[in-house]
């Protein structure tokens, strides 16, 4: 972090610059990257005035305070400068890329569809005795996407679906 103090009337005592450089360094955690800090320090009669310019990746940040005491308007000015490098780090947190947004969007609709989703057909089914062979040669014959039939060699009931890749599923039940 490179800190530059300029005092605007007259010459500054060294503690005022100590000072500055040490709470400005305190400001480090909120930046990732090197930054430039121009510190302006300026006393007419019972004001004291100090100005903070940061700049560090693409952020330009400034705060002015005023105060009867140095020390006061310093702190005041870094608190300002604090709380703006705090709003912006907390707006990169909470910024997501546009196609993450757009995916949550999705996944929220499907959890609303999966919801309401409802049963709006029933079928009783007579089961047929049946080989393995013979349910998968009926399934070929027709369009259906599965039979269920029960076994009648080990008398389960048995379910029989066609995959995605034209092969077939078996699935039997232990009762």
């Keep these: 972090m490179n ?3 300029t005092f605007r009337t007259g010459e500054g005592e060294n503690w005022q ?6 709470r400005i360094v305190k400001l480090k955690k909120y930046l990732d990257v090197p930054s ?9 009669k019972f004001r004291n005035v ?3 310019n940061l700049s560090a990746n693409g952020w330009d940040v400034h705060a002015k305070e005023e105060d009867k005491d140095m020390h006061l308007a310093i702190d ?3 608190d300002k400068i604090e709380k703006q490098l705090k709003k912006q780090k907390e707006k990169i947190r909470e910024h997501k890329p546009r196609s993450i947004r757009h995916a949550d969007r999705k996944a ?10 409802k049963v709006v057909e029933t079928r009783k089914v007579v089961l047929k005795f049946m ?3 013979e349910a998968v040669l009926e399934l ?8 269920i039939y029960r076994d009648s060699t080990s008398e389960k009931i048995s379910l029989v679906h066609r995959l995605d890749d034209g092969n077939f599923a078996h699935i039997e039940t232990n009762s």
């Design 3 to 5: 800190i530059s103090v």
């Design 17 to 22: 610059k100590n000072y500055v450089e040490e």
């Design 36 to 44: 430039e800090t121009h510190v302006i320090l300026s006393t007419e």
């Design 50 to 52: 100090v100005e903070i």
């Design 76 to 78: 005041s000015c870094v």
């Design 108 to 117: 929220e609709e499907l959890e609303e569809d999966d919801s309401t989703a």
């Design 131 to 133: 080989s393995l062979e």
């Design 140 to 147: 070929e014959g027709n369009k259906a996407h599965f039979i």
